[in-house]
């Protein structure tokens, strides 16, 4: 029946699908005409409940959408140089390098106002 209902749907004539599945063509018939009546008003069901009144959610424009992603690609990317630098800042203590723990902490300053600003503009 299944087979029947997939190969009507498929655009195969109801004598070849009777013919190929072994439901009787009576039933094959019945299966076209219902298969191509309009479909009911409700896409949901008969049982569904009504949309709720109001706006309904939308998703965001695609251009809203790489605005989001590209605010979540600078701020991971300020977020992991600052981890990075500040790993440096503290490799830099033990092996007396102060050049190098000034450097990295002079680079973490500006990353974290990229990370700050990119969060408030949100």
Known sequence: MAMAASMLRHGHAPLEVAAA???????????????????????????????????????????????????????????TAMIGNLGLALAAAPTHLPVLGLASLLLTCPLFAVLLLSTISQ
């Open 21 to 79: 599945t072994g439901v009787p063509l009576a039933l094959v018939q019945l299966l076209a005409e219902h298969r191509t009546a309009a479909p009911p008003a409700d896409p949901a069901g008969p049982g569904s409940a009504p949309p709720p009144p109001g706006p309904q959610p939308t998703h965001p424009p695609p251009a809203t959408r790489r605005h989001h992603r590209w605010q979540a690609w600078v701020r991971y990317t300020a977020g």
